[in-house]
T-cell receptor, first 113, second 109 residues
Framework: KAGVTQTPRYLIKTRGQQVTLSCSPI?????VSWYQQTPGQGLQFLFE???????NKGNFPGRFSGRQFSNSRSEMNVSTLELGDSALYLC????????????FGPGTRLTVL | GDSVTQMEGPVTLSEEAFLTINCTYT??????LFWYVQYPGEGLQLLLK?????DKGSNKGFEATYRKETTSFHLEKGSVQVSDSAVYFC????????FGAGTRLTVKP
């Protein structure tokens, strides 16, 4: 089985722009979660989608949004980028069960200038 | 809510030393417990897991035992290698996935 894939792997944007990141989960996985990882804050949960519905949301401003499509692929969008949004954005998928482990993609490295 | 606390790093060891990274959790239910490892420039990889009390997860010489009485899931390895240098995350899964802050391990030859 192919693993979780994320595109693009690297991205450079300027303040005020918006960005869309994409995640394709492992085939058959219906849950997709997004995390932001920074040296200062560590790994922070953004949101989880299951069957096209947002199941959980972390403590991030409304500039961060996401969605999931019927094939379980997910996108996250960040509008009005700020310097502090520079981070590694990780996507993870898992089977339906909430006690299952998550499988992570390689991440998208976003740099905001 | 559910949470995970793991020992702060960084941890620096010499090759072949014994490793322990402490992890304790708080959960209202009966979560599954995990250790993930992150190598530089990569995403997190599952290292081992345990789904119920007294289960022992093991992989690549690493072990951790699900201790319900002490709400702990400490990671151990008897003899670390330079290639084990990475960041290690303890995590639990109940209603949500919760991760610890991560512990950076550096192993010197």
């Amino acid at each position: 089985k192919a693993g979780v894939t994320q595109t693009p792997r690297y991205l450079i944007k300027t303040r005020g722009q918006q960005v869309t990141l994409s995640c394709s989960p492992i085939s058959g996985h219906r849950s997709v979660s997004w995390y932001q990882q920074t040296p200062g804050q560590g790994l922070q949960f953004l949101f989880e989608y299951f069957s096209e519905t947002q199941r959980n949301k972390g403590n991030f401003p409304g500039r961060f949004s996401g969605r999931q499509f019927s094939n379980s692929r997910s996108e996250m969008n960040v509008s009005t980028l700020e310097l502090g949004d520079s981070a590694l954005y990780l996507c993870a998928s898992r089977p339906s069960g909430r006690k299952d482990e998550q499988f992570f993609g390689p991440g998208t490295r976003l740099t905001v200038l | 809510g559910d949470s995970v606390t793991q020992m702060e790093g960084p941890v620096t060891l010499s090759e072949e030393a014994f490793l322990t990274i402490n992890c304790t959790y708080t959960a209202t239910g009966y979560p599954s417990l995990f250790w993930y490892v992150q190598y530089p420039g990569e995403g997190l990889q599952l290292l081992l897991k345990a789904t119920k009390a007294d289960d022992k997860g093991s992989n690549k010489g690493f072990e951790a035992t699900y201790r319900k009485e002490t709400t702990s899931f400490h990671l151990e390895k008897g003899s670390v290698q330079v290639s084990d240098s990475a960041v290690y995350f303890c995590a639990l899964s109940s209603n949500d996935m919760r991760f610890g802050a991560g512990t950076r391990l550096t192993v010197k030859p």
